[in-house]
């Protein structure tokens, strides 16, 4: 069964610094990966998705994110993030499952110091 | 183009009392789901649909029923409500294969007393 961990539930940065958001996933084949942004009390935006050619994805915002298949990894990140961009970040693996729906991560929620 | 609608936005309901929850999408998708958020647990799947007439179960659909008899409606029942399903309900769609972007209706906060 496939499946996502987010091993960061809480991360707090300083505006301007630079951010790393962790995602390992759990996939018997080639995964699809999805990185979605979920401001409060909102639903979820796609940040950017990986399923095939250049492993470093570039999305909106300016967030991009590096799939490596040795290390199962799909980690996001951003060189300067901006007090909009406190919100939670969900990873999300799609492929050949059931109905080929998503399978998402626990979350990471991104608090931004002044 | 509205997207993906959702209603009501809230809903306070009592153990046992029955509700449904409406999604409805006016972009021609074919494949829309019903997910529930619960903290540090991310979005798990309900149920889904790959067309009108066509539902299966997702990963926890105990407890919810549902139907498609048209593109654009996929709506979410609770047959008998347990504080267990006090949630936040999203529903979402997208169009082909699954690499397709989904797209999120605003969410339901559900509580069940």
């Known amino acids: 069964a496939q499946s996502v961990t987010q091993p960061d539930i809480h991360i707090t940065v300083s505006e301007g610094a630079s951010l790393e958001l962790r995602c390992n996933y759990s996939?018997?084949?080639?995964?699809?990966l999805f990185w979605y942004v979920q401001s409060p009390g909102q639903g979820l935006q796609l940040l950017l998705k990986?399923?095939?050619?250049?492993?470093l994805v570039q999305g909106i915002k300016g967030f991009e994110a590096e799939f490596k298949r040795s290390q199962s990894s799909f980690n996001l990140r951003k060189p300067s993030v901006h007090w909009s961009d406190a919100a939670e970040y969900f990873c999300?693996?799609?492929?050949?499952?059931?109905?080929?729906?998503?399978?998402f991560g626990g979350g990471t929620r991104l608090m931004v110091k002044p | 183009n509205a997207g993906v609608t959702q209603t009501p936005k809230f809903q306070v309901l009592k153990t046992g009392q029955s509700m449904t929850l409406q999604c409805a999408q006016d972009m021609n998708h074919e494949y829309m789901s019903w997910y529930r958020q619960d903290p540090g647990m991310g979005l798990r799947l309900i149920h889904y649909s790959v067309g009108a007439g066509i539902t299966d179960q997702g990963e926890v659909p105990n407890g919810y029923n549902v139907s498609r008899s048209t593109t654009e409606d996929f709506p979410l029942r609770l047959l008998s409500a347990a504080p267990s399903q006090t949630s936040v309900y999203f529903c979402a769609s997208r169009n082909g294969q699954f690499y397709n972007e989904q797209f999120f209706g605003p969410g339901t906060r559900l509580t069940v007393l």
């Open positions: 990986y399923f095939s050619g250049d492993t």
């Open positions: 999300a693996v799609g492929g050949a499952n059931a109905g080929n729906m998503l399978t």
């Open positions: 996939y018997g084949a080639t995964p699809y």
